[in-house]
């Protein structure tokens, strides 16, 4: 938003690293998967067994949330 707000082009450029070192870890991870959890997580809380893991499909939604606005407001593309 402030890079869209007033053109910051420092944000842009930081956005685009960001957003670099966000495709490398997909790319590592080898699932394509971003999360701030391992896949397991995941999979444990669908089987509907609860650890200590608090609110990761928040947590995914917020990481979403955020790439979309850089898309829409940004224009940043991988």
Known sequence: ???AGGGALGVLARGRELL???GEC???A???L???WPPRVLDTLEAGQFGDVW???YTLH???AGLLDWHEHAELQP
Do not use: T, V
């Open 62 to 64: 917020k990481i979403l």
């Open 55 to 57: 609110a990761p499909w």
């Open 1 to 3: 938003m402030a890079y």
């Open 34 to 36: 971003l999360s701030a």
């Open 30 to 32: 080898g699932s394509g």
């Open 20 to 22: 670099a070192g966000m």
């Open 26 to 28: 997909q790319r590592a």
